[in-house]
Nanobody
Framework: QVQLVESGGGLVQAGGSLRLSCAASGRTFGDYAMGWFRQAPGKEREFVADINWSGGSTYYADSVKGRFTISRDNAKSSVYLQMNSLKPEDSGVYYC?????????????????WGQGTQVTVSS
């Protein structure tokens, strides 16, 4: 069972930046893909970005391409999401997810463990 703890959320003005972090424990971190998802009030959870086991392959939702960057540090068992040029529509609870396989390619079913989430609010 993998445990995930997110941090770094907060309130930011449109155009600003935030960096989310997720610390993992409970299994060999470097063997599995990791991802970020988000959920806005009244909406379903949606995929944001993921990264394969080595960090050599990343995948992004069209809505965040060119603005968000996912990265990982296997030595620290951590995954990050750098969010730039934030928009009000980026607001929501952001969840870190641990994949069940080395690759996930944006498929939510490929993720088996979830963090508690961290709130991101972007004001206009």
């Amino acid at each position: 069972q993998v445990q995930l703890v997110e941090s770094g959320g907060g309130l930011v003005q449109a155009g600003g930046s935030l960096r989310l972090s997720c610390a993992a424990s409970g299994r060999t971190f470097g063997d599995y893909a990791m991802g970020w998802f988000r959920q806005a009030p009244g909406k379903e959870r949606e995929f944001v970005a993921d990264i394969n086991w080595s960090g050599g392959s990343t995948y992004y939702a069209d809505s965040v391409k060119g603005r968000f960057t996912i990265s990982r540090d296997n030595a620290k068992s951590s995954v990050y999401l750098q969010m730039n040029s934030l928009k009000p529509e980026d607001s929501g609870v952001y969840y870190c997810a641990a994949g069940s396989y080395p690759h996930s390619n944006g498929v939510e079913a490929a993720f088996g463990s979830w963090g508690q989430g961290t709130q991101v609010t972007v004001s206009s």
